[in-house]
């Protein structure tokens, strides 16, 4: 991301929790992004980093599996 995000979303983070709401990520693609968000106090992060999309089956399976 360009120097400008990088300073954008840690703000977006500690305003969202001054006004206590939690915080999503959506599209979190590599392992510097999560760690990133993470370091900075998001509270999920979703992405393809994690998974792709995969039908509901595939899912259940996912989940049963952790």
Same mark, same amino acid.
């Given at each position: 991301? =360009?120097?400008?995000?990088?300073?954008?979303?840690?703000?977006?983070?500690? &305003?969202?929790? &001054?006004?206590?709401?939690?915080?999503?990520?959506?599209? &979190?693609?590599?392992?510097?992004?999560?760690?990133?968000?993470?370091?900075?106090?998001?509270?999920?992060?979703?992405?393809?980093?994690?998974?792709?999309?995969?039908?509901? =089956?595939?899912?259940?399976? &996912?989940?049963?599996?952790?």
């Amino acid at each position: 991301a =360009n120097s400008r995000t990088r300073k954008l979303i840690p703000l977006i983070i500690e &305003a969202a929790h &001054a006004l206590d709401a939690r915080t999503v990520a959506e599209g &979190a693609e590599t392992k510097e992004q999560v760690e990133f968000l993470k370091e900075h106090g998001c509270d999920y992060i979703q992405g393809y980093y994690f998974y792709k999309p995969m039908p509901e =089956n595939e899912f259940v399976t &996912a989940l049963e599996k952790k």
